[in-house]
């Protein structure tokens, strides 16, 4: 894996995320379409708040192409909820709290000196392997939408 983050062609590993809702995303959820994890350290920071009210700019033509976003981090979906819900975005959270970044650390996006998520992108296809990822030099860096069409792009090209 360069960088730590996983590699392109790498099927999914398990893990299982909470949702908003009380459920659980894992896996076997990234069947079947192109999915997009937007990794981000915490909820209500400037740059992650960029980062958002950016992709949520340019949702509906990445849905036009097949493609779902999530947000993940390390908050708990308490947290997660109000941060969405403030911003105004649709694109749903999921919280890799409990154990602590064990989905990150699992995908190459966790910046153990901080103890938190790193900024970064994971792009799977419809089949559940890596299509794309992109890890950000810094947590402070904004991967720009230009990225997850990139990534989608990407996706779209390996399932095709």
């Given at each position: ?5 996983i590699?392109?062609?790498?099927p ?5 995320l ?9 896996a ?28 949520e ?19 708990a ?9 403030s ?6 959270q999921?919280?890799?709290f ?23 992108l994971?792009?799977f296809g ?14 402070g ?15 779209t090209?390996?399932?095709?």
């Amino acid at each position: 894996m360069a960088d730590g983050i996983i590699a392109p062609g790498t099927p999914a590993p398990e893990f299982t995320l909470k949702t908003e809702d009380g459920g659980t995303f894992t896996a076997a959820d990234l069947q079947g379409r192109i999915t997009v994890l937007v990794f981000y350290p915490f909820a209500f920071s400037s740059v992650c708040t960029n980062q958002f009210q950016v992709y949520e700019e340019v949702l509906d033509e990445f849905k036009a192409q097949g493609a779902e976003l999530y947000g993940v981090s390390t908050d708990a979906t308490p947290s997660q909820t109000a941060f969405r819900e403030s911003l105004g975005v649709s694109i749903p959270q999921l919280s890799d709290f409990e154990p602590k970044g064990a989905t990150a650390k699992a995908l190459g996006a966790y910046f153990e000196p901080a103890g938190m998520t790193n900024r970064a992108l994971v792009v799977f296809g419809p089949d559940g392997t890596v299509a794309w990822s992109h890890l950000a030099d810094s947590p402070g860096d904004l991967p720009g939408a230009n990225l997850v069409a990139e990534g989608i792009a990407a996706a779209t090209s390996a399932s095709a």
